[in-house]
């Protein structure tokens, strides 16, 4: 069950195909997202804390989108209310198939419930934490606002939504200066100009990110009624929509 280097891209590409998340990807996944993501281990840290203190005694905690069930284990370790069950959620067989291999091997005390399923039409209840790190950018832009209005509406009063995402700006010279700083951030960790160059080419229209003002205009047309950033580095950003 070790992980392998990312070196997906490493090879120049007579054509760059659509990036999916199939078991090449979930092979290289942790080492992918850490080298890719700035402040991607501070913000899994974290959600566990939030689950601690948002997560209430017989609700359920949804992690949609769990790719190998980081966000997962982050609350499993750190929620302390009683009878309370996370909810695991991906659409990729491959990463649920991994994800289930990394949750037998961990003793955290909280059930989860592993779920292959599209999170746009899995039943969401009960809930008092909801997880979306790094998912809603995959999500088809007609199908944003009617996935936030359910979450909402399976939430708890007092719950919480904790919604993370690449994120783009409408001041171009900042998007060019945060964008540099993002390829900056990958060169130190070890990738290529190519390897930059193809994956960005493979996530053209797989990845849509959005701005934090449309970010925040859909939270709050949902019915959330405190939205804002509680983590960000460079074009990377976490919100907190409160019920």
């Known amino acids: 069950m070790s992980d392998r280097p990312d070196t997906l891209y490493a090879d120049p590409l007579a054509q760059v195909g659509r990036f999916a998340f199939d078991k090449t990807v979930v092979a290289v996944f942790p080492d992918m997202i850490k080298r890719s993501v700035p402040g991607y281990a ?9 689950a601690e203190r948002y997560a209430q005694s017989g609700s359920r905690c949804y992690d949609l989108g ?44 909280v059930p989860v419930e592993l779920r292959c399923d599209d999170i746009c039409s899995t039943e969401i209840a009960d809930a008092s934490v909801i997880v979306l790190n790094f998912t809603l950018q995959f999500v088809a832009l007609a199908k944003r606002d009617a996935l936030l209005k359910r979450l909402y509406d399976a939430l708890r009063p007092g719950g919480i939504l904790i919604l993370s995402e690449k994120v783009a700006f409408d001041d171009e010279p900042h998007q060019q200066l945060m964008t ?10 070890g990738y290529s100009d190519l390897e930059i160059a193809q994956k960005r080419s493979a ?16 939270l709050r047309a949902a019915g959330f009624s405190s939205v804002d950033v509680w983590f960000q580095c460079f074009n990377f950003a976490s919100m907190i929509a409160i019920k």
């Open 42 to 50: 501070t913000i899994i840290q974290l959600i566990g804390d939030l």
């Open 66 to 109: 769990c790719s190998l069930g980081a966000a997962t284990l982050a609350m499993r370790h750190r929620i302390h209310s009683a009878d309370c069950q996370i909810v695991a959620v991906d659409n990729s067989a491959a990463m649920i198939e991994r994800c289930k291999q990394v949750l037998d091997a961990d003793s955290g005390p």
């Open 180 to 189: 540099e700083l993002h390829h900056n951030f990958k060169r130190a960790n």
């Open 203 to 218: 996530l053209e229209q797989v990845l849509v990110p959005e701005t934090l003002n449309r970010h925040r205009e859909r």
